[in-house]
Nanobody
Framework: VQLQASGGGLVQAGGSLTLSCVAS????????AGWFRQAPGKEREFVAA????????YYADSVKGRFTISRDNAKNTVFLQMNSLKPEDTAVYYC???????????????????WGQGTQVTVSS
């Protein structure tokens, strides 16, 4: 699938943003999806993932309780609702998808075949 991420921007600490990732080209409802982020000088890190049907979600400890991943398969879209944002959340956020994602390895970027182009999130203190 082709993925297009959007919704990034500049927000003050404590604020909220919602990222969207729209898929095209294949039956997105059969793909698991995830969000990763990469800050300057750092490796890409896992943020959240969701199963193809939306019944299972996974979160990095650093965002648990603040971020929520969801999906609307009728609209081929995955969302990342980000609340209580912190300056350390500043990064480029990428959405990713894979039709055969093993739930044991959702945190591994190498497990995802398809990637979006990234959207910048900047949180000011």
């Amino acid at each position: 699938v082709q993925l297009q991420a959007s919704g990034g921007g500049l927000v003050q600490a404590g604020g909220s943003l919602t990222l969207s990732c729209v898929a095209s080209g294949r039956t997105f409802s059969s793909y698991a999806a995830g969000w990763f982020r990469q800050a300057p000088g750092k490796e890409r890190e896992f943020v959240a993932a969701i199963s193809w049907g939306g019944s299972r979600t996974y979160y990095a400890d650093s965002v648990k309780g603040r971020f929520t991943i969801s999906r609307d398969n009728a609209k081929n879209t995955v969302f990342l609702q980000m609340n209580s944002l912190k300056p350390e959340d500043t990064a480029v956020y990428y959405c990713a998808a894979d039709p055969y994602l093993d739930s044991n390895y959702v945190t591994r970027p190498s497990e995802y075949d398809d990637w979006g182009q990234g959207t910048q999130v900047t949180v000011s203190s």
